[in-house]
T-cell receptor, first 113, second 114 residues
Framework: GNSVTQMEGPVTLSEEAFLTINCTYT??????LFWYVQYPGEGLQLLLKATKADDKGSNKGFEATYRKETTSFHLEKGSVQVSDSAVYFC????????????FGKGTHLIIQP | NAGVTQTPKFRVLKTGQSMTLLCAQDMNHEYMYWYRQDPGMGLRLIHYSVGEGTTAKGEVPDGYNVSRLKKQNFLLGLESAAPSQTSVYFC?????????????FGPGTRLTVL
């Protein structure tokens, strides 16, 4: 079956540091890949997405590239802000039908001033 | 355009009580989903529906029932709540068309079973 593995948290960084959150996946076919963000006390918001190999998703300074050869979709940001503190989820959607999303366990990111 | 809404936002139940969580979407989406979120577990799919009158089991369906009587609503029921069902419940919806299988999430319902 499908699975998503992302780095364990919490990850604590100083403001303006470079961020990488690793995500690897196992899936059959050609899944779509997503990063969702959850701010404290809120629901999930889509941060970025990619649907095929070598696609780069980007939003709000965050980027992730769909790497089929390494089955990875690592999240990066060049300079983080305190407001980026949240839980980040990597997820995939099967290439077939109405299947739900398969999520990683989430990475809690803490940015210190 | 409210997107996906969930009621209630919070609820405390005693073991053995029953309740229904309501999810509503105004985006005319065919597909709807219920997930639960537990610490260190990410989100796991409980049940889903591909259209009015249809339901299907997800990864963790035991102890829950669902109904989709109207396209815009998806109900999640707990017939006899157990402490193991203490969780945050999220509803999501999406369209079957488009190049991405993007799901839109509601704000969640925090349920505590004592």
């Amino acid at each position: 079956g499908n699975s998503v593995t992302q780095m364990e948290g919490p990850v604590t960084l100083s403001e303006e540091a470079f961020l990488t959150i690793n995500c690897t996946y196992t899936a059959t076919g050609y899944p779509s890949l997503f990063w969702y963000v959850q701010y404290p006390g809120e629901g999930l918001q889509l941060l970025l997405k990619a649907t095929k190999a070598d696609d780069k998703g980007s939003n709000k300074g965050f980027e992730a590239t769909y790497r089929k050869e390494t089955t990875s979709f690592h999240l990066e940001k060049g300079s983080v802000q305190v407001s980026d503190s949240a839980v980040y989820f990597c997820a995939l959607s099967s290439s077939r039908g109405a299947d739900g999303l398969t999520f990683g366990k989430g990475t809690h990111l803490i940015i210190q001033p | 355009n409210a997107g996906v809404t969930q009621t209630p936002k919070f609820r405390v139940l005693k073991t053995g009580q029953s309740m229904t969580l309501l999810c509503a979407q105004d985006m005319n989406h065919e597909y709807m989903y219920w997930y639960r979120q537990d610490p260190g577990m990410g989100l796991r799919l409980i049940h889903y529906s591909v259209g009015e009158g249809t339901t299907a089991k997800g990864e963790v369906p035991d102890g829950y029932n669902v109904s989709r009587l109207k396209k815009q609503n998806f109900l999640l029921g707990l017939e006899s709540a157990a402490p193991s069902q203490t969780s945050v419940y999220f509803c999501a919806s999406r369209s079957p068309s488009g190049s991405y299988n993007e799901q839109f999430f509601g704000p969640g319902t925090r349920l505590t079973v004592l």
